[in-house]
């Protein structure tokens, strides 16, 4: 079964870190790029960052570029966000994504962790 | 980069049709391709058109996608309504690097 598998929300202080997770398992996660995608509370679904399957292509929303830092391990079949200098608004669920790149579309996603920035 | 608006909220009884409407700001909406997704109250999204009007396997095909470019916006039909189609819908496309979602419509079925 293909499956994601984040971890690693909490409850942090305003300019606190975190690193989130997202296990992959049930198909090749080395040949695929991924995304991080959030949902504020009550909110509509907002993208985050994109790494492609190499490594070699990262992209980030301009809220938290600077800020946020995705990474992936393939040979641990695993997905990383690090979140620096966090926010109240940064307050989420974050849902790591499988992206097709044939048509920048998401096929495949985590049942989210939840990031709650308050002090 | 561009917007994509969906209307807030639309319903609709049983059995009936309805269609959600997604308009691109700026730029074409057949530069890129259209996603639609459908995320209930506490799970995640899932994906019930791709590719402008694709379904993915297990998707009724009471789903369906379209996109028109004289009104620059895509949509997304839903016909023989059932209780279980009720759920928030978002819209995504894709350009020069970024991701864009629609603010999301919900859908009640009354």
């Known amino acids: 079964e293909v499956q994601l598998v984040e971890s690693g929300g909490g409850l942090v202080q305003p300019g606190g870190s975190l690193r989130l997770s997202c296990a992959a398992s049930g198909f090749t996660f080395s040949s695929y790029s991924m995304n991080w995608v959030r949902q504020a509370p009550g909110k509509g679904l907002e993208w985050v960052s994109y790494i492609s399957s190499s490594s070699s292509t990262i992209y980030y929303a301009d809220s938290v570029k600077g800020r946020f830092t995705i990474s992936r391990d393939n040979a641990k079949n695993s997905l990383y966000l690090q979140m620096n200098s966090l926010r109240d608004e940064d307050t989420a669920v974050y849902y790591c994504?499988?992206?097709?790149?044939?048509?920048?579309?998401?096929?495949?996603w985590g049942q989210g962790t939840t990031v709650t920035v308050s002090s | 980069n561009f917007m994509l608006t969906q209307p807030h909220s639309v319903s609709e009884s049983p059995g009936k049709t309805v269609t959600i409407s997604c308009t691109r700001s700026s730029g074409s909406i057949a530069s890129n391709y259209v996603q639609w997704y459908q995320q209930r109250p506490g799970s995640s999204p899932t994906t019930v058109i791709y590719e402008d009007n694709q379904r993915p396997s297990g998707v009724p095909d009471r789903f369906s996608g379209s996109i028109d470019s004289s009104s620059n916006s895509a949509s997304l039909t839903i016909s023989g309504l059932k209780t279980e189609d009720e759920a928030d819908y978002y819209c995504?496309?894709?350009?020069?690097?970024?991701?864009?979602f629609g603010g999301g419509t919900k859908l009640t079925v009354l």
């Open positions: 995504q496309s894709y350009d020069s690097s970024n991701w864009v």
């Open positions: 994504a499988r992206v097709q790149n044939r048509y920048y579309g998401m096929d495949v």
